[in-house]
């Protein structure tokens, strides 16, 4: 039986714009796959290749790899004059407010000021009905912004590339993604390059410059709706596919989507935040057992052979490893799907076996799979699957 998901996937790494396209989707009657939504996406510019030769990443978590420092668990600006606002969840905001000599109410209307009410205050002028101490305090203390609006670039269907330019003058994008039925997803970046060294992701061609902090990853949902919610309407979904491995940042980033759900603020609900990986086993197992977003696996390949050369973090973390820890911690979430992504390569990972092995690997798993199209990059190793093959490919998941 046929139905539409209205599913977007902007990608895992790009640095172009994505093209959005409304894709087919397709759930499964009969058991094993029955949890399974098979997702078809139509060709879109959102994945780029690197022609780097592969190596194997050396993965760690840096809890304090930016120019930020860290006071207390809360982030203070370059010079460690001030605090972070959007750095701050918001227990600790209040925390905060209240070692500073204020009541704990005055850290709830600044809350409200900075991520609710349409009001996404960036400096003091706007913060209105807080009183001319309290203003005074916070002018004095604490940065209202992380990032520096460098450039918007809108593509024919409404896409928008936000460019950011940070403190330390390196550069990162946001993507903004206006969809079908009032829905609007904004594609936020983890990290300023990437260590994982995809071989068909043009960010992994940088490298790791350095981990983004929870405030320049909140500030990027924070300025996407501040700057286009008149223009795209609102926006509701935030996905962590733009530059970097979000759960090689995973202390930033939970703490960021901790603070883009908070029902007194950005409110985004936790089944519309979505958190990509490319198979970091570890933290994949701490991120679903701390939190309630949803969760993007890029899959990619069938076999330990294929996945090891164009995503090298297969050589630590080998596809049977990465899916039974996805089935032992689904088990212990309730009515909780994975989202498995699927760049199909012309010849590489997108035959009818594939297909067929594709089934037998994520037995058992609540799942949905989203086929990607892969987009060449000048330069480039790989070729797309052609649309027909896409198709035959998806066909053969559906009748499963």
């Known amino acids: ?63 304090n790899s930016s120019q930020y420092g860290y006071a207390g668990g809360i982030g203070v600006s370059g010079d460690g004059s001030k605090v972070l606002l959007k750095g701050m969840k918001y227990s600790e905001l209040e925390n905060w407010v209240q070692l500073q000599g204020y009541r704990p109410g005055q850290a709830l209307m ?67 993604i206006p969809c079908d039925r009032g829905r609007t997803t904004v594609c936020v970046s983890s990290q300023v390059g990437c260590a994982m060294n995809c071989q068909f992701c043009y960010t992994g061609r940088m490298g790791l410059k350095r981990h983004l902090t929870a405030a320049e990853i909140v500030e990027q949902a924070v300025f996407a709706r501040r700057l286009l919610t008149s223009e795209v309407g609102s926006i509701t979904n935030v996905v962590f596919m733009g530059m970097g491995e979000p759960l090689h940042n995973i202390d930033n980033v939970i703490k960021a989507t901790e ?26 197992r701490r991120f679903l057992r701390e939190s309630n977003c949803a969760l993007a696996v890029s899959l990619n390949a069938t076999t330990d052979e294929v996945r090891n050369w164009i995503m090298p973090i297969n050589r630590k973390y080998k596809l049977g490893l990465l899916l039974q820890t996805l089935r032992e911690e689904l088990r212990l979430k309730h009515n909780y799907k994975v989202l498995f992504e699927y760049v199909m390569l012309s010849g590489v990972n997108d035959s ?25 990059h000048s330069g480039s ?20």
Request: aromatic letters at 6%.
């Open 1 to 63: 039986m046929m139905r539409h998901l209205l599913h977007s996937n902007p990608s895992m790494a790009s640095l172009s714009p994505p093209l959005h396209q409304s894709p087919l989707s397709f759930s499964s009657p009969k058991p094993p796959l029955s949890l399974i939504s098979l997702v078809f996406s139509l060709p879109r510019r959102s994945l780029s290749t690197a022609a780097s030769s592969p190596q194997t990443p050396h993965v760690s978590v840096h809890h």
């Open 381 to 400: 190793q790989f070729r797309p699957t052609s649309e027909a093959k896409m198709i035959e490919f998806r066909n053969v998941l559906a009748e499963a």
């Open 259 to 284: 603070i883009m759900v908070h029902d007194q603020g950005l409110y985004f609900s936790p089944r519309k935040v979505t958190v990509s990986t490319s198979g970091l086993v570890p933290q994949l």
């Open 110 to 176: 600044l809350w409200k000021r900075l991520y609710g009410n349409n009001i996404w205050a960036h400096h003091s002028d706007e913060l209105e009905g807080l009183n001319k101490d309290f203003k005074k305090m916070l002018c004095e203390n604490a940065e209202f912004k992380a990032l520096s609006l460098k450039e918007i670039l809108t593509a024919s269907d409404g896409t928008r590339k936000i460019l950011f330019t940070l403190e330390d003058d390196l550069v990162i994008e946001t993507v903004v």
């Open 352 to 376: 009818i076996e594939d297909a067929k092995r594709l089934i037998d690997l994520v037995q058992d798993i609540p799942c949905k799979i989203n086929l990607i199209s892969f987009n060449p």
